[in-house]
C-alpha cells in the first residue's frame, strides 16, 4: 500500500447481540454496534438506561448474559479486564491519594515493567498532554476537580488502550468548567487518535463532543448516527424529545417534529414566507435563558409547541407576551417525519 492510499478503518469495537440481566432487571437488552478506529463514539441516554453496564461489558467488569464483544477484530468476550487494551475514566477519578501525580500517570506502567527511564519520559509527555507540567510531583489532593479529571485521563492515555472507556468523566465538575473541558478533552482525543468510547446523560455534551452516538433508553440503543442526524432526524419520539426539545406534531395520522428554532413567531400583520405552514395560537408561558428566550404555545388545534428567539435586542419583561394570540409558521422542509426507528414493536 502507498502513502497516498486512505487507510481502510477496521473496527475498533464491535458488539453483537450483547445481554446483561441483573436479578429480573434487563440493564443491556441485546445491543449492535460497531465503533470505527479514532473514532470519539458517546453512549447517551437517561440515569438507568444501560450506559455504564455496556461500559463495564467492555471493559470485562462485568460478563455478558449473551453476545459477542469484540475489540480490534479479537473477541474478547471471555477475556479477563487486564488483558483487554482498554482503559476505563470514572467520575470519581480513582486517583492513589498517597501518591504524586507522577505516580499516578506512571502506575500502568510500572505494573507492565516498563523501565523508570521510559516511565519518566512518557509521564512527561502525558502530563504535557493534558497541560500539566511541573506539577507531577504534587498529591492529588493538591489540584483542583478539573486538574484531578486531567490526571485521570492521562493515567489512561499513558497506556496507549485501543479504546478509552469515559463514564461520565466531567460529571463532577461545575458547567463552566465541564464545558471547557468539552472541548479540551476532545482536543487532547484528536491529538491522541485513541478510540473513545464516553459516556453521558447530557445531551449538549454528547452533541458537543462526539463523531458519532448511541442513544439509549432502557439497555437499548434507539438510533446511532452523528450529532445532526440524530438531533435533525430523530428516529423515534423518544429521541426527539431526550435530544433537545420535541415539538411532536399529528397531522394524518402521521408524527412530525419541528425543532424550536425552525419555527417563526410572525409578528403581527407579518406575511408568512410562501410555501410555510402557519398555525395559529395562543402563548401560553414564556421562559427567559439569557441568551434566548423561549415561548410555549398552544396551537389551536391542540398540540403544544415550543419556539426560540434570540435576544438580540433588549426585549424587556417577554412575560407580557403570555395570553397573546399568535401565529407560527415554519418550512415544510425543517419538519421531520418520526418512524418507529430501531424501536421493537
Ligand atoms: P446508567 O449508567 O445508564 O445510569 P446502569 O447501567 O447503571 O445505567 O443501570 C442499568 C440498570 O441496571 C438500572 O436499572 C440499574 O438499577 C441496574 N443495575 C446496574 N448495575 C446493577 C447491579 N450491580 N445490580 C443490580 N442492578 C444493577
Ligand atoms: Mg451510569
Redesign the pocket.
Known amino acids: 500500500m502507498t502513502d497516498a492510499e486512505p487507510k481502510p478503518k477496521k473496527p475498533a469495537l464491535r458488539l453483537e447481540g450483547v445481554r446483561k440481566s441483573?436479578?429480573s432487571?434487563l440493564?443491556v437488552a441485546g445491543v449492535d454496534l460497531v465503533v470505527d478506529e479514532g473514532e470519539f463514539f458517546t453512549l447517551l441516554?437517561p440515569?438507568?438506561?444501560?450506559?455504564?453496564?455496556l461500559l463495564r461489558l467492555i471493559a470485562g467488569f462485568e460478563r455478558p448474559d449473551g453476545g459477542r464483544i469484540q475489540l480490534a477484530g479479537r473477541d474478547v468476550t471471555n477475556v479477563p479486564p487486564h488483558l483487554r487494551h482498554t482503559n476505563t475514566v470514572f467520575q470519581d477519578y480513582a486517583l492513589f491519594p498517597h501518591m504524586t501525580v507522577a505516580d499516578n500517570i506512571g502506575y500502568g506502567l510500572r505494573v507492565k515493567g516498563v523501565s523508570r527511564q521510559v516511565r519518566a519520559k512518557r509521564v512527561e509527555r502525558a502530563l504535557a498532554m493534558v497541560r500539566l507540567v511541573g506539577l507531577g510531583h504534587r498529591r492529588p489532593n493538591q489540584l483542583s476537580g478539573g486538574q484531578r479529571q486531567r490526571v485521570a485521563l492521562a493515567r489512561a492515555v499513558v497506556n496507549e488502550p485501543e479504546v478509552l472507556l469515559l463514564d461520565e468523566p466531567l460529571g463532577a465538575l461545575d458547567l463552566k468548567l465541564r464545558q471547557e473541558m468539552q472541548i479540551e478533552l476532545k482536543q487532547i482525543q484528536k491529538e491522541v487518535g485513541i478510540t473513545f468510547v464516553y459516556v453521558t446523560h447530557d445531551q449538549e455534551e454528547a452533541l458537543t463532543m462526539s463523531d458519532r452516538l448511541a442513544v439509549m433508553a432502557n439497555g437499548e440503543i434507539e438510533q446511532i448516527g452523528s450529532p445532526v442526524e440524530v438531533y435533525e432526524r430523530p428516529a423515534t419520539e423518544f429521541v426527539a424529545g431526550f435530544i433537545g426539545i420535541s415539538n411532536v406534531l399529528l397531522r394524518d395520522g402521521v408524527r412530525f417534529v419541528v425543532r424550536p428554532e425552525k419555527i417563526r413567531m410572525l409578528a403581527e400583520g407579518e406575511q408568512p414566507a410562501a410555501g410555510m405552514t402557519v398555525e395559529p395560537g395562543q402563548v401560553e408561558e414564556v421562559i427567559y435563558v439569557g441568551m434566548s428566550t423561549r415561548y410555549v404555545v398552544r396551537l389551536d388545534r391542540g398540540e403544544q409547541l415550543v419556539t426560540v428567539r434570540q435576544n438580540m435586542d433588549a426585549i424587556g419583561d417577554a412575560r407580557r407576551f403570555e395570553g397573546r394570540p399568535v401565529r407560527l409558521a415554519w418550512t415544510p422542509d425543517h419538519t421531520y417525519v418520526l418512524g418507529n426507528g430501531g424501536r421493537k414493536a
Do not use: D, I, Q
Request: charged share 10%; proline share 0%.
Open positions: 441483573y436479578g432487571v440493564a441516554g440515569s438507568g438506561s444501560g450506559k455504564t453496564t
